[in-house]
């Protein structure tokens, strides 16, 4: 099974920035297509930037311009550079994994099979 561990979440000033960090084990590269989405109290969780397998990325309109993903495709480390935070940023990221059916669908949440414990982000 595939094992993703995040790490790097925390509080940032509204304009600050985060960086965070995803660990997976147990596939093999190109497999599978990566993903970061996030979850604010009382909302659903959305898709926020994700790498699909021939590592084009793609984003959300409401971070575009403002986050960066990336894949080292050497140590298997899917990284979001969070720039530019505002309070509407607050939220439990989750990095997935998954094999979502079209390029259209791939920040679903329902088309990504694993997932990491999450790590909150918080802007004030």
Not at 73 to 84: A, C, D, E, G, S
């Amino acid at each position: 099974d595939v094992q993703l561990v995040e790490s790097g979440g925390g509080s940032a000033q509204a304009g600050g920035s985060l960086r965070l960090s995803c660990v997976a084990s147990g596939y093999t590269y190109k497999t599978y297509c990566m993903g970061w989405f996030r979850q604010a109290p009382g909302k659903e969780r959305e898709g926020v930037a994700a790498v699909d397998i021939d590592n084009s990325t793609v984003y959300a309109d409401s971070i575009k311009g403002r986050f960066t993903v990336s894949l080292d495709q050497v140590k298997n480390i899917l990284v979001l550079q969070l720039n530019n935070l505002t309070p509407e940023d607050t939220a439990v990221y989750y990095c997935a994994a998954g094999h979502p059916k079209s390029l259209y669908r791939v920040l679903w949440s329902s088309d990504y099979q694993y997932w990491g414990q999450g790590t909150q982000v918080t802007v004030s």
